[in-house]
């Protein structure tokens, strides 16, 4: 059964911080990982889509790497701004047609 | 860019009534999905829909829920007798190939049993 983890579950850093958000999961035979930014009581904003071929994805200041041997993604966010404080949560497409999704990282950026 | 429609953002009901939670995918997606996310907890997958069926479900979709897309634009998750454990935000989400290009999400629906 495909478990994903997130490390570290919460993460403060002042503005203008590079951020790295680690996410691993266990079974190695995916077709995809997608990253998502939720804030507090709302929905699921879909980032970046990394393919199962792909060493990394990247979006304006948002670069998410995957090694899939060895089940680990991790999202850098450059220059971190206050109003990229929230949760980020890694999804994980494998056997099935559904996501596994990890706990989440909260992050704060404070000005 | 297109997006997932919930409706209503956030729904109270009392133990025991029944509760149907509506989405509007997005129009040329093909798949459909509801999870749920308990507060505190991680999302979790309920169902998936495709060509008018359902193709997986979890344990967690027991005999309680049921979906349907009764008509072309709609799909809808409903829960026959709501517990109190069924306090949840409950998000659909869609996908135009199984997922193999990503899923969109929907802003959710708060459910919240009294």
């Known amino acids: 059964k495909q478990e994903v983890t997130q490390i570290p579950a919460a993460l403060s850093v002042p503005e203008g911080e590079n951020l790295v958000l680690n996410c691993s999961f266990t079974?190695?035979?995916?077709?995809?990982l997608q990253w998502f930014r939720q804030d507090p009581g709302k929905g699921l904003t879909s980032l970046l889509l990394?393919?199962?071929?792909?060493r990394e994805q990247t979006s304006g200041r948002l670069n998410a790497s995957l090694d899939k041997s060895s089940g680990r993604s991790t999202l850098y966010i450059a220059a971190s701004q206050p109003g990229d404080s929230a949760t980020y949560l890694c999804?994980?497409?494998?056997?099935?047609?559904?996501?596994?999704f990890g706990g989440g990282t909260r992050v704060l950026v404070k000005p | 860019e297109p997006e997932v429609t919930q409706t209503p953002s956030h729904q109270v009901t009392q133990m025991g009534q029944e509760v149907i939670l509506r989405c509007v995918p997005i129009s040329n997606h093909l798949y459909f999905y509801w999870y749920r996310q308990i507060l505190g907890q991680k999302v979790e997958f309920l169902v998936s829909f495709y060509n008018n069926e359902i193709s997986e479900k979890s344990e967690i979709f027991d005999d309680q829920f049921s979906v349907e897309r009764p008509d072309g634009s709609n799909f809808t998750l409903k829960i026959r007798s709501t517990k109190l454990e069924d306090s949840a935000m409950y998000f659909c989400a869609s996908s135009v190939g199984g997922g193999a290009y990503g899923y969109t999400f929907g802003s959710g629906t708060r459910l919240t049993v009294v």
């Open positions: 990394i393919q199962s071929s792909q």
């Open positions: 999804a994980v497409h494998a056997a099935g047609n559904k996501l596994t």
């Open positions: 079974d190695s035979a995916i077709y995809n």
